[in-house]
Nanobody
Framework: QVHLMESGGGLVEPGGSLRLSCVAS????????RYWYRQAPGKQRELVAA???????NYADSVKGRFTISRNSAKNTVYLQMNSLKPEDTAVYYC??????????WGQGTQVTVSS
C-alpha cells in the first residue's frame, strides 16, 4: 500500500503561481512513476505531468512551458510548480503513483482555482 497526501492548492489570480506537493508513505520503494492529474467540473480526469524513477518527465501539451514536475526523494515528495496560471487550469489536482507491480494509488485531491 502507498498513501498519498496532496497540499498547496488554493485561489490564485490569472498569471499567478502555485506549488503543489504530494507526500508518499507506506511501501514507497515499490513506486515506479509519479503523476499529477486534474479534473475540472464536467470533464474527464486528465494527465498533467509525470516523472519516472529515472527522472524522465512528461507533460500535457496544455501545460508545457508553464508547469514543472520535480521530486525530493529524501522527503518522498513530488511537486508540481505551476506558473502563468490560466482560468482553464482550475480543477481538482490529484497525485497518483504507479508501482512496479502495476498498482495505482491516488491522493484525495487538492482544489486549484484560478480567478480574478
Amino acid at each position: 500500500q502507498v498513501h498519498l497526501m496532496e497540499s498547496g492548492g488554493g485561489l490564485v489570480e490569472p498569471g499567478g503561481s502555485l506549488r503543489l506537493s504530494c507526500v508518499a508513505s507506506g511501501n514507497i520503494f515499490s513506486i515506479y512513476a509519479r503523476y499529477w492529474y486534474r479534473q475540472a467540473p464536467g470533464k474527464q480526469r486528465e494527465l498533467v505531468a509525470a516523472i519516472t524513477s529515472g527522472g524522465t518527465t512528461n507533460y500535457a501539451d496544455s501545460v508545457k512551458g508553464r508547469f514543472t514536475i520535480s521530486r525530493n526523494s529524501a522527503k518522498n515528495t513530488v511537486y508540481l510548480q505551476m506558473n502563468s496560471l490560466k482560468p482553464e487550469d482550475t480543477a481538482v489536482y490529484y497525485c497518483n503513483v504507479e508501482t512496479l507491480t502495476s498498482n495505482a494509488y491516488w491522493g484525495q485531491g487538492t482544489q486549484v482555482t484560478v480567478s480574478s
